[in-house]
């Protein structure tokens, strides 16, 4: 059974920094591109990132460039976003999400429950 | 990169078929076969329902049908249920090989 647990959200001031973490099993997880997710309170999903199996190719919205960073640890089958120089339009629900395929973000066939990031003073 | 286009609400009473559209262009929708759609109940984390434009994972109910034509693809729910009431959301791999995501359809079962 594919699981996904997200973890690190929490309340972060405007500027600030913050690390979620994703812990994935029931898969391969080397083999498949994996994603953020992203759905602010009240609103509709927002893609934020993926990541290739190797790690070596990332992809990023144009809302995050250059303020997230993705990345993961096969070994730990785990799946990061750093997050700086927040704002609060960051704020949202952050899902981790698994997908279809081996290469490009194609569509997530598994969600994690999500963990809330609130960035305010 | 630009959200899909979806109607805002769609209902229909039991039993009845309804149909989402999702308009996107043709450096997403139109040039992949990569469309899927999710339902997302309040709360809850959304569910893959369609993937690869009609295709539908183990489990999801016969009731639930893709199609693309062009750069519009379409969600169909035949024999409409009451737990069918829902958020529906499409998205589409883009030639920027990033994920676009649909505005999203509010379902409601009369």
């Known amino acids: 059974e594919v699981q996904l647990v997200e973890s690190g959200g929490g309340l972060v001031q405007p500027g600030g920094s913050l690390r979620l973490s994703c812990a994935a099993s029931?898969?391969?997880?080397?083999?498949?591109?994996m994603n953020w997710v992203r759905q602010a309170p009240g609103k509709g999903l927002e893609w934020v990132s993926g990541?290739?199996?190797?790690?070596?190719?990332?992809h990023y919205a144009e809302s995050v460039k250059g303020r997230f960073t993705i990345s993961r640890d096969n070994s730990k089958n785990t799946l990061y976003v750093q997050m700086n120089s927040l704002r609060a339009e960051d704020t949202a629900i952050y899902y981790c999400?698994?997908?279809?395929?081996?290469?490009?973000?194609?569509?997530?066939?598994?969600w994690g429950q999500g963990t809330l990031v609130t960035v305010s003073s | 990169q630009s959200a899909l286009t979806q109607p805002a609400s769609v209902s229909g009473s039991p039993g009845q078929s309804i149909t989402i559209s999702c308009t996107g262009t043709r450096n997403d929708i139109g040039g992949y076969y990569y469309v899927s759609w999710y339902q997302q109940h309040p709360g809850k984390a959304p569910k893959l329902m369609i993937y690869d434009v009609r295709n539908r994972p183990s489990g999801v109910s016969h009731r639930f049908s893709g199609s693309k034509s062009g750069t519009t693809a379409s969600l169909t729910i035949s024999g409409l249920q009451a737990e069918d009431e829902a958020d529906y959301y499409c998205s589409s791999y883009t030639s920027g090989s990033t994920l676009d995501f649909g505005t999203g359809t509010k379902v409601t079962v009369l």
């Open positions: 990541i290739s199996g190797s790690g070596d190719i990332t």
């Open positions: 029931g898969f391969t997880f080397s083999s498949y591109v």
């Open positions: 999400g698994k997908d279809l395929g081996l290469v490009g973000a194609t569509g997530v066939d598994y």
